[in-house]
T-cell receptor
């Protein structure tokens, strides 16, 4: 079955530590997205990528970094500069670059501070 | 700029009652509108989408939504609620002016027996 796989499902970060969240898709989609979800705030866009080796900042990119070395993979690193990283992180992909088609979502990674 | 407003962060209904979740949008271009559902600790699943082909859109699980340009609304309805409909629902908008989805803040639906 085609889809998006996020791992791990739960992740804990220590003070001053960088952690990386994995996102892999086998849908052959060009566009990939990372969102942060906090209670009562909906989804906020962190970074997105429309093509390999290129990505753009979303609304809340500070304290995060991404790479897009392969079409299938779009890992997100939460750096120590992100002072409030506790949240639910969702990865999504789409085969349409104009936003006219729906995005497909993974099952998320829940990040907590130790 | 595009935006989405979901009225009511929580909605409670009895099993078998009508479900109505409200969504109003703001867009300077013809919008593409989506409703997603999220069950606890899961990702978002597409319920339905509006892409200008028809104003009444039918989705999965018995849900439908009607696009009303004059009211800038895209409310989600279901004639008879089931216990399994308890979840969080998100309305989202995109359009030719942006390749990004703009999400509402979500409405949590509770269904009582």
């Amino acid at each position: 079955d085609g889809g998006i796989t996020q791992s791990p499902k739960y992740l804990f970060r220590k003070e001053g530590q960088n952690v990386t969240l994995s996102c892999e898709q086998n849908l052959n989609h060009d566009a990939m997205y990372w969102y942060r979800q906090d209670p009562g705030q909906g989804l906020r866009l962190i970074y997105y990528s429309q093509i390999v080796n290129d990505f753009q900042k979303g609304d809340i990119a500070e304290g995060y970094s991404v790479s897009r070395e392969k079409k299938e993979s779009f890992p997100l690193t939460v750096t120590s500069a992100q002072k409030n990283p506790t949240a639910f992180y969702l990865c999504a992909s789409s085969d349409d670059l104009r936003g006219t088609q729906p995005q497909h979502f993974g099952d998320g990674t829940r990040l907590s501070i130790l | 700029a595009q935006s989405v407003t979901q009225l009511g962060s929580h909605v409670s209904v009895s099993e078998g009652a009508l479900v109505l979740l409200r969504c109003n949008y703001s867009s300077s271009v013809p919008p593409y509108l989506f409703w997603y559902v999220q069950y606890p600790n899961q990702g978002l699943q597409l319920l339905l989408k509006y892409t200008s082909a028809a104003t009444l859109v039918k989705g999965i699980n018995g849900f439908e939504a009607e696009f009303k340009k004059s009211e800038t609304s895209f409310h989600l309805t279901k004639p008879s609620a089931h216990m399994s409909d308890a979840a969080e629902y998100f309305c989202a908008v995109s359009g030719y002016s942006t390749d990004k989805l703009i999400f509402g803040t979500g409405t949590r639906l509770q269904v009582f027996p």
